[in-house]
């Protein structure tokens, strides 16, 4: 099990501290120190059923910078973006042994990554 995560963050810590008490032996990857690669990032984002857009953090003012708000939806050049700009993915995300993975937000993504 992996956790993508980022220490400043509430909700990533919340979601570490649940994994560290569960799910021992887990890899806590910091992704803006080791981004995703392009592949990487699209499997995971086939493992949750989602588009890059959708786990794109809007509000960080390097989005702003970017006009990611109105950028066309293509998945490939919002990976990219993703990629090059590690702290615009939302997180926590989960990634279990058994090929799911979760935006683990919230006590029942948490929840749901450990069971």
Do not use: F
């Not at 995703?36 to 702003?64: N, S, Y």
């Amino acid at each position: 099990m992996e956790i993508w995560h980022n220490p400043r963050c509430s909700k990533s810590r919340t979601a570490l501290a649940a994994l560290d008490a569960a799910a021992p032996g887990h890899t806590v990857r910091r992704y803006l120190d080791e981004p995703p690669t392009a592949a990487e990032l699209d499997e995971v984002l086939t493992r949750l059923d989602l588009q890059p857009w959708e786990i794109t953090r809007l509000k960080e003012p390097v989005a702003k910078e970017l006009g990611l708000a109105g950028k066309p939806k293509d998945r490939a050049a919002w990976i990219a973006v993703l990629v090059a700009n590690p702290v615009l993915i939302e997180r926590p995300i989960i990634v279990t042994d058994d090929g799911r993975a979760y935006l683990a937000r919230t006590q029942e993504a948490i929840d749901a990554a450990l069971s």
